[in-house]
């Protein structure tokens, strides 16, 4: 990132005081009372990475809530373009608002459309999670940030400091957060609905990409539509290659955090949350087949937890690729495990709990236990309209903070992360919570940060 492009908060308000129309560029956001804007005015949304779950969160923004998209940023402008489909039925995002200003690099989106924007959605690869955040909070706009918050733990501790010191509302893109699932598992346990919780075992049906490469592909022709070097941002220089982009860099630790990084963020966060987990002790794991460049097509890690006020330790299991834990006994014949995409197993002293995927639909097993449960009152705040919704509400102000803010996401993703510094020197990685360091292992230790590439800080 050039001098020139670095763009600060304090070189934006030095930009804006000196201009005549200095008091015209006051983001909307700021005009409400409580320094929010009225929740009966629209907002003006961003968008950094427009396809794939950028189109999601943007049509659930735009379309769902009807809020201003003015501003699109996407390094590829094939990809911004492309009728989609699958899943959430994406069209071409770019066709879909075109009254939007149309950018390659958010630093020039941010630098033109500054003004304007109020809030900014963030779904790039993992690698420009955290500089395209800051550079928007920065400016004090408010940042929906697609998980992995951030490729590594540093950069998750500095964007979580960000968001208080500019005031901003945060969200990360781990929409089961917001969901009913987490909040009766949640309750239960603390009803005491599996007595005291000793071990955890959580699954997915990821990696569905390619893993485990061991060399670089060769060097291709970049395709005329991508900014290369603006999709590496701060990463180490790598040859362009298709297997990198568009849709397999999950599975390159350069850009990607590995089936932890896209499923961990949602698997994990029902176990994170109601079993008020923050640092472990240490994280191990056996697993063979990674390499210097890429995760291992298939892996199993062991997060060990200490007490935690009435808590007690608590081991948690993480496994993928095809690897399953063992089948519970109480489980009924012919019943799935969670579901398609994975679930988590909460073995107590008293029983047992199972829910699939995104904390989705958790039962206590057998049914027979389930259907004796006296299930206690909801205490918990529900979450009304959805994942994007509530960042939504917290912009405008009429609530305090989302559901999964940078103080709630980032311990999550802190959890997640140091599962991947285990995967990757295959040892136990013994973890100074405290200090953000690997005590026993320099390899793992250097993994907690890395070195930008030259013109890209944080």
Known sequence: MSAKNNITRRNFIKCSASSAFAFSVVPSFVLGANGQKPPSDKLNFAAIGCGGMGYWNIYKVGEAEKENIVALCDVDTREAAKPGGGWFNASNTYQKYPDAAKFKDFRKMLEKQGKNIDAVIIA???????????????????????????????????????????????????????DEGIRLIKEWILDGAIGNVTQ??????????????????????????LAWDLWLGPAPYRDYNYQYCPGAWRGWWDFGTGVLGDMGCHILDPIVWALDLKSPEYVE????????????????????????GK???????WYD??????????????????DKEGGCLFVGDKGKLMCGAYG??????????????????????????????????????????????????????????L???????????????ENMKVTNNAEADSYVRRDYRQGWTL
């Open 200 to 225: 955890v075992h959580c699954w997915t049906n990821r990696p569905v990409w390619p893993q485990g490469m061991k060399t670089r592909p060769p060097k291709m022709e970049v395709p005329k539509t």
């Open 311 to 317: 808590m007690c330790a608590v081991d948690v299991t």
């Open 321 to 338: 690729g095809g690897l399953m834990p063992d089948r519970p006994g109480e489980l009924e014949q012919g019943r799935q495990m969670g």
């Open 360 to 417: 989705r639909g958790p039962r206590l097993i057998p049914e027979t236990k389930m259907k004796e449960y006296k299930r206690p009152a909801k205490t918990i705040k529900r979450v009304k309209g959805g994942h994007e919704k509530d960042w939504i509400r917290a912009c405008k102000g009429e609530i305090d903070q989302s559901s999964s803010n940078f103080d709630v996401a980032g311990q999550l993703n802190e959890v997640v992360l």
């Open 124 to 178: 790039t690869p993992d690698n420009t999670h955290a500089v395209a955040a800051m550079a928007c909070m920065q400016m004090g706009k408010h940042v929906f940030v697609q998980k992995p918050m951030t490729h590594n733990i540093y950069e998750s501790r500095v964007l979580v400091k960000a968001a208080h010191k500019y005031k901003v509302k945060t969200q990360m893109g781990n929409q089961g957060h917001s």
């Open 285 to 308: 794991s056996d697993s063979p087949g990674g390499t210097i460049e890429s995760p291992p097509k298939s892996s199993k890690i062991h997060y060990k937890f200490g007490p935690r």
């Open 419 to 433: 599962g991947n510094l285990a995967l990757r020197v295959k040892d136990r990685v013994y973890w100074d919570g």
